[in-house]
DNA sequence: GGATGTCATTTGTATAGACTTTAACCTTGA
DNA sequence: TCAAGGTTAAAGTCTATACAAATGACATCC
């Protein structure tokens, strides 16, 4: 065998596109291409790396991707001046969530209720005057103890099959996936006070502040679910990146 | 001009690898291919595209990224049961934040102070003892309002650069940006009570319910600096997916 | 000077073919 | 019945080549 690439290579010596990537974010991160500068052109990296075009331009793809590098036609390939610092996080079910911790996860249903939709919401999920949607109010237990505070509404002219769905052993979270599993979302975090009731149910005091997360789920144009998840207090939702 | 490219081929017929990813989004949210159920085989999808199977392996490289769709070696491809939720989004700097809401951007440096690592810091940044930093507080206004406090500790033994540096009128993170572009962080969103100060800083009440974000960077193994950013009250952080 | 056009460079994408890696499934044998 | 091992289908990757598209640089023309 020919070639002998420390740090990266198979038996042949060739390397692959993750070497590649690796050993250009290597240069990048140890200051040998500061922020700014211009990255070598494909050609060349693939004549340096003994690999074909394609495979250099994959490992690009993946820098681009990462908010490491940009790109132009013509003008060749330079180090972000500042990394595009993007989260990227997924949302799991709260199940897999209280489980992923380490705790057994419980949930009850505390209130289930059929009614015409409130002003509040028309305004904010666009709904025509006398649209019937449900209200449920459930927790959601971590070892038995108050974790998450569920508080949705579904529009029943969306699905109305929730109308008459029992809610008190499924989490409308696991019914609705069931019923409408590709929608586009809105979601916001933000923080709010604990009223008493909410203290209550959380076994906190009122006026606490919890962080909450708010959820705005729409399929083929119509609002399908409203919903906000209010924690226990403390809760930090953590991410690396 | 040869080419019509409406609705996803050229001149010559030939689909794209995007495309072809549209169109099997396509028959995922229509249900042709209902949650759990196999999408055919790369080899076959070229065959029934036209196209290269490595042009399919990109169009369906993309839907794994996406969360549509799991991929295993001789399993072949499912669509996923349930879609995996992921949320990205971008970290701007702060300026960039409110300039986007059409705000006026105004920095104010409230307090500056070197110090000894205090315990509680030390504890979380695994500080040796005796460590120095450096305390700032600032406030970042929209509007001439108080749009976010900035609590930021920077580990001098990791930047003694910053020492000497005036803070008065370039923010903690822009020149951190400059001294070390890439690192790792931690980030962290909770919510919390303001004290007496942060309420007369954000010019609200003692108690309020505040958004806060936490930011720990390391940089070769070495915590750069820790910073808690509070939000004025009401703040959201909203995003799609 | 300024608008316009051409050229060359660089990334973007597609292709056919080959080889590698994983793991589902089947066969065999205890 | 069950475990070990072989077979093979599918995704994963690489290569060499080709052409497309964008655009920076430069030349040309008015």
Known sequence: MPSNRAGGSDSVGRMTYRDIKADILERIL???WPPGSAVPNEQDLALEYGAARA????????????????RKRKAGTRVRMAPVRQVRFEIPLIRKEIEERGASYRYALIR??????????????????????LHLV????????????????INLAAT?????????????????????PYSDVEISFSATSADPEQAMLLN?????????????TTWQGQVVTYVSLIYRPDHRMTTRY
């Open 138 to 153: 459930c927790m959601h237990f971590g070892d038995g103890r108050p974790y998450q505070l569920e508080d949705r509404w």
């Open 204 to 216: 906190c005091h009122a006026g606490d502040a919890l962080f909450r997360v708010e959820r705005q």
């Open 30 to 32: 140890n200051g040998t």
């Open 55 to 70: 495979t250099v331009n994959r490992a690009m793809r993946e820098l681009v991707d990462e908010g490491y590098v940009e």
């Open 160 to 180: 109305p099959q929730g109308r008459d769905f029992d809610f008190s052993t499924v989490g409308p979270n696991d019914w609705l996936v069931q019923q409408v």
């Open 112 to 133: 289930s209720e059929a009614m015409s939709a409130p002003d509040w919401l028309r305004a904010r999920l666009n709904l025509k005057p006398g649209t019937e949607v």
